[in-house]
């Protein structure tokens, strides 16, 4: 989970409209990061969640440390700094566990089941 230090204050101090023009940096460039194994989505407000798929811990740091870097690098009209210090990384095992066939859940493959994590 990514949190965009300080939004608050951005979004009151210089506007709703440059508040908006963060975000939609900061989506584009977690949007330039995804990849097959890396998607992004915005959980609300200024927190933006990346569902790392097939990462171990330590590429799962490196990407994170990345992302909070060209966060920290991006340049704003108003020459203000945005960071995201504020990271979380949490680690979900997702395996199948069998169901008595009474009580199986009915997912179709066009519905996906989205495990997320914050």
């Known amino acids: 989970m ?3 230090d300080n939004f608050k204050k951005l979004n009151d101090g210089f506007g709703h409209d440059f508040g908006d023009e963060v975000l ?3 989506a584009q460039l977690l949007l330039s990061n995804e990849g097959r194994n890396a998607k992004c989505y915005r959980y609300g407000g200024e927190e933006m969640v990346i569902i790392l798929e097939h990462f171990d811990l330590e590429r799962a740091v490196r990407f994170s440390e990345h992302v909070r870097t060209e966060i920290s690098g991006l340049k704003w009209r108003k020459d203000v700094h945005v960071t995201a210090n504020s990271i979380s990384l949490n680690a979900v095992l997702i395996f199948e566990i ?3 066939t009474e009580c199986k859940p009915r997912f179709t493959n066009e519905m996906p089941l989205l495990l997320a994590f914050c």
Do not use: Q, S
């Open 98 to 100: 069998p169901y008595p």
């Open 2 to 4: 990514i949190d965009i």
């Open 24 to 26: 939609r940096g900061v």
